[in-house]
């Protein structure tokens, strides 16, 4: 069974997207940790479906601590928490229910389940299983955070339209990372922003949809967080960053395009700066051996355009099994991108921690130093 992940902490995540509930249990938590129900209530809102770009299905998704937490803070057992499906109509999926949705989980479930699966909405492969995912990560986030650590995440790339990218300079990068941990839709260049909106709303418009990549940076990680081979930093945030639905690709720092390059160019020179060891560019995205060296992490994901479209789709009846075509009505997001972001970020949070957990015990939250000497 898997929808456990993690060492020192672990995270579960249960439910399905029209059943009464989906939730997280989360453990490993040190006693005393702050759970910030405000900051949790944040996040949540930046996966919130709003405007015509997502979809009409809008949850409230008010976060309830049922366990582990006692006056704001962790109590050291199992944190469970829930969160009310308030707005489903799983009438939308009752007459195409034995037509298999091309790219979403309706016939690998069945595959694997044998009909026994809550298909309604996706069931348990819904993307509705990430509210949970952003409420437990947040913990993390905030965890992180208050220890110096600042992860933040761009729409590199969406429905076609590139972002700016990310400064070199530590100081605008650490600007540009705050900047954009107060958007709602994580862009550093506006206007590019905007055109990516017109271009979602426009596939939307055609009863299609539209994909892209989000790249993450992950600011004031000390070097030495890594464990040997199979968990080593790209393994963990790959995984789970795997776990996210749509997500198809991830790289870290020039990925695939290091293909590319030569040896001398690929490699990131060592130099000496403030008593510190700083390599004068990123390409390895802050990871050498499975281990940060200090300099920012970053890494893309690359996120495919919503299976669900309106357009007719030649498909199968499961049931009669025979050919069919599929008009699909409901209510879907026309990109996945923008509300994915914050997922991409909790998922981060959580792998890092726990890697940091394992390299320096759970102590390692108390005071401002990492204790790393
Ligand atoms: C936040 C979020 C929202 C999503 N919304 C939809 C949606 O409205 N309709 C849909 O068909 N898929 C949606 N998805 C994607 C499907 O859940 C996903 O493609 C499906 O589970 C199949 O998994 P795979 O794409 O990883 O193979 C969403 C995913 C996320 C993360
Ligand atoms: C509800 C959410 O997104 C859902 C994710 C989803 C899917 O197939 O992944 C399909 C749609 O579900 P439904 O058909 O029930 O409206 C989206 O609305 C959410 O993210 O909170």
Not at 69 to 94: F, H, M
Not at 281 to 292: K, S, W
Request: hydrophobic share 40%; aromatic share 6%; glycine share 12%.
């Amino acid at each position: 069974m898997s929808d456990c992940t993690g060492t020192a902490f672990t995270l579960t995540v249960f439910g399905e997207s029209h059943g009464p509930a989906i939730g997280a249990v989360v453990t490993g938590l040190r006693p005393g940790t702050v759970i910030d129900e405000a900051f949790v209530a944040r996040q949540m809102d930046k996966r919130r479906a709003k405007g015509k770009i997502s979809t009409a299905r809008t949850e409230a998704d008010r976060v309830r601590f049922v366990s582990g937490v006692y006056q704001g803070r962790a109590t050291g057992t199992a944190l469970t928490l829930l969160i009310e499906n308030e707005n489903t109509r799983s009438g939308d999926y009752a007459k195409t229910a034995d037509l298999l949705r091309p790219g979403h989980a309706d016939y690998t479930a069945y595959a694997k389940y044998g009909g026994y699966q809550d298909a309604r909405g996706g069931g348990h492969f819904s993307g509705r299983l990430t509210a949970p995912v952003v409420a437990a990560g947040s913990i993390f986030t905030k965890m992180l955070e208050d220890k110096g650590v600042v992860i933040a995440t761009h729409l590199a790339k969406c429905a076609g339209v590139e972002d700016a990218p990310f400064s070199r300079d530590p100081e605008t990068l650490l600007r540009q990372a705050r900047q954009l941990n107060e958007k709602d839709f994580a862009v550093l260049d506006e206007v590019r922003g905007a055109a990516m909106t017109r271009a979602i709303e426009a596939a939307a418009a055609e009863g299609d949809s539209v994909g892209g990549v989000l790249e993450t940076v992950v600011l004031g990680l000390p070097a030495g967080v890594g464990e040997p081979f199979f968990d080593s930093v790209e393994s963990v945030l790959a995984g789970l960053l795997f776990s996210i639905p749509a997500v198809k690709g991830v790289e870290f720092g020039d990925g695939f395009a290091l293909a590319g390059l030569r040896g001398s160019q690929a490699n990131d020179p060592f130099r000496m700066q403030g008593g510190r060891v700083v390599t004068t560019q990123n390409r390895n995205g802050g990871v050498n051996g499975g281990i940060t060296n200090g300099m920012p992490v970053v890494l893309r994901t690359v996120v495919k355009p919503t299976p669900s479209i309106y357009k007719v789709q030649q498909t199968v009846d499961y049931a009669a099994k025979r050919n069919a075509t599929l008009q699909i009505n409901g209510r879907h997001d026309p990109c996945i991108v923008h509300r994915a972001r914050v997922v991409q970020d909790s998922l981060v949070a959580f792998g890092l921690a726990d890697l940091c957990a394992q390299q320096f015990g759970t102590a390692w939250q108390e005071g401002s130093s990492w204790n790393t000497d």
